[in-house]
C-alpha cells in the first residue's frame, strides 16, 4: 500500500511547491547547430544565442557557436556519449 502512494504524494508535493513560486515567463528556442561551424548558422540563431540567458548543449556543438552567447549566458553541458551520461534522464 505505501509503495503505491509515493508517486502520488511525490507528485502532490510538486504541485505544492509549483504553486508557492510565482511562475518564470519565458521563452524557449530550439536552434540546430547544423554542420557545426558557428559561420553555417542562421543569422537569427546567431542573433538568439548572443541574447540567450541560458543554452544547454551538448557534445556535438562546436566550442565556437558558445562564443556567439553572450558574457552573462549560462552554459548547461547535457551531453551524453555512450557510458558516459553527465545528467540523468529526468533532469
Known amino acids: 500500500m505505501l509503495a503505491k502512494n509515493r508517486p502520488a504524494r511525490a507528485t502532490a508535493r510538486r504541485l505544492k511547491l509549483s504553486t508557492e513560486t510565482a511562475p518564470i515567463e ?47 549566458c549560462r552554459r548547461i553541458f547535457a551531453g551524453k556519449a555512450p557510458g558516459n551520461h553527465t545528467m540523468s534522464q529526468g533532469e
Open 26 to 72: 519565458g521563452r524557449v528556442v530550439i536552434a540546430g547547430a547544423g554542420p557545426g561551424d558557428p559561420d553555417l548558422i542562421t543569422l537569427r540563431a546567431a542573433k538568439l544565442l548572443g541574447q540567450a540567458d541560458a543554452v544547454v548543449y551538448d557534445r556535438l556543438v562546436s566550442p565556437g557557436l558558445l562564443e556567439l552567447c553572450g558574457p552573462d
